[in-house]
């Protein structure tokens, strides 16, 4: 136990923005994950209805290996001892760098950008305010890696409190050995104010992956450019046949995106033990990270493969012909490449303005011609520009939700985590069959996968449900089949419990 340390939380928050509630999800969830917890509040008296830090301890080995020994958690922080500071205000987090919880050798802050302004400032008769800009220099400065933001506006666009904003926050940042699902799994436990907290938890995670990438890129924990070779080398221990898929995983994830993404393929399969679990997760895995958005769909389009086939198939070898695109993007689709706050944006004065799922843009691109070519060619060029779309951002909270779904069930059962990673086969393509997969995969997550991992479905009687609406959502992807199959599996469900 000697060669593992505690990692180190510091909470900063004001008074009535739930910094309590805050502490109690994150022990609560590392009592589910298994984890030696310990937290302490210090309050404090301010101008600003009371400034209040929280200090949690995590031992980042469950206490099922510990073989019954117990860490020795501290109560109180230590001055270059901190890993993670979260501050629910930037001046917040100028008093946590001042009384040096904050050292470049070791902590991530995260802030809000936002400012509860003290009396003092308000007083003056000019602007009194403290300087914002040199606020956010001294986080550059004295943290190892920063991550700012407005949770304010983040939590009033969710309709809610900032605490909710903040465990987003820190659940996005990987820091704490605790998968998202346990984050969420506390909210509800709590029972208060559900749907409104893990709306602002899934903005906060949203808000923070906006900023991973710049954190990503200054960490040295794993090495910048990892080459193929390297990726494949690390699979070597991997048993068969889940090696074997592993490696055809991280060809095609460096082909789609680039070496450091595949990179987080294999980061994320380090969740699972079980051989078979191994190999269905890496198959559907590999398939959910190189989704369809329209660079891939532009890509595929010019592909010189694809007009050697085409070629073949009409018998036009050294004869001219025309390949004719027919396009029919939708708003959703246009977004897909623009940056997650523009997007977000536009989508929501779509939306609100009914537009999504009614206005489509028709238009016919003749790829054998130098001017479709190269609007096809432009947009498979953005390839590098991926990880900082709407679209990406937003299918990486997707897998990491459906990963923790999967992690879960594996603590129950090999084949029912099995069943709850063949539920990725309905998440397919683009524009409306991907929305439908979609739906249809958080239709029988909600009402089947987490009342399975929750206990409210037995298991053996869960895995055979899973199983039986996974099939009739594929058979019928409009969702009516999925809609019958779904009441006669809770018809039976509820037999037995009424029995009881």
Not at 34 to 53: D, E, K, M
Not at 303 to 315: N, T
Request: glycine share 8%; proline share 5%; net charge neutral.
């Amino acid at each position: 136990m000697t060669d593992t340390r505690p990692i180190t939380l510091l909470i900063a928050a004001l008074g009535g923005e739930g910094g309590g509630v805050l502490t109690d999800w994150i022990v609560s969830a590392a009592h589910s994950s298994g984890l030696p917890v310990q937290s302490t509040s210090i309050p404090g008296v301010a101008q600003r209805t009371g400034a209040t830090t929280y200090y949690v301890e995590i031992y980042p080995v469950p206490r099922s290996e510990l073989g019954g020994r117990r860490p020795v958690l501290a109560l109180s922080p230590g001055v270059g001892d901190v890993d993670l500071v979260v501050a629910s205000e930037l001046l917040e987090a100028g008093r946590a760098i001042a009384n040096g919880f904050v050292t470049a050798e070791r902590t991530l802050l995260i802030a809000s950008v936002s400012r509860v302004y003290l009396t003092v400032e308000k007083m003056q008769m000019g602007d009194g305010r403290y300087d914002a800009e040199r606020l956010a220099k001294a986080a550059a400065q004295n943290a190892k890696e920063h991550l700012l933001f407005d949770m304010e506006a983040a939590a009033k666009q969710a309709g809610a409190i900032v605490n909710s904003v903040m465990l987003g926050a820190i659940a996005a940042s990987g820091r704490l050995p605790i998968p998202a699902e346990a984050f969420e799994t506390a909210i509800r436990e709590d029972g208060k104010a559900v749907e409104s907290n893990l709306r602002g938890f899934r903005a906060g995670m949203a808000a923070a992956r906006d900023k991973l990438p710049a954190i990503i890129r200054h960490s040295d924990k794993r090495p910048a450019k990892p080459t193929l070779r390297d990726l494949e080398a690390e699979t070597a221990a991997l048993p068969e046949p889940a090696r074997s898929i592993v490696v055809e995983g991280v060809r095609r994830l460096v082909a789609y995106q680039d070496a450091a993404y595949a990179r987080l393929y294999l980061d994320r399969l380090k969740l699972f033990i079980d051989a078979r679990v191994l190999a269905e997760t890496a198959r559907h895995l590999a398939v959910r990270m190189s989704f369809e958005d329209v660079i891939r769909v532009a890509e595929a389009k010019i592909d010189p493969a694809r007009f050697r086939r085409i070629e073949g198939e009409i018998g036009a070898k050294d004869q001219p012909y025309v390949v004719t695109e027919f396009l029919k993007p939708g708003i959703e689709e246009l977004c897909q490449v623009l940056p997650p706050r523009l997007a977000r944006a536009i989508l929501a004065y779509s939306e609100k303005r009914g537009w999504l799922g009614t206005v489509y843009f028709g238009m016919e691109l003749t790829t054998t011609t130098v001017w479709g070519y190269l609007r096809f060619w432009a947009l498979a060029k953005l390839h590098r520009f991926r990880p900082k779309s709407w679209r990406y951002h937003e299918e990486q909270i997707a897998i990491e939700a459906w990963l923790a779904r999967v992690a879960a069930a594996a603590k129950l059962s090999p084949e029912l985590a099995r069943e709850v990673a063949e539920c990725a086969r309905l998440i397919k393509g683009y524009g409306d069959t991907w929305k439908r997969g979609a739906a249809n995969y958080a239709t029988i997550e909600a009402r089947l996968i987490a009342p399975v991992l929750e206990g409210r479905i037995g298991l053996c009687a869960g895995i055979d449900a899973i199983a039986s609406a996974r099939t009739a959502a594929l058979l019928d992807p409009e969702g009516e089949g999925l809609g019958k199959a779904l009441a006669a599996i809770e018809a039976q469900v509820s037999l037995p419990l009424a029995a009881e």
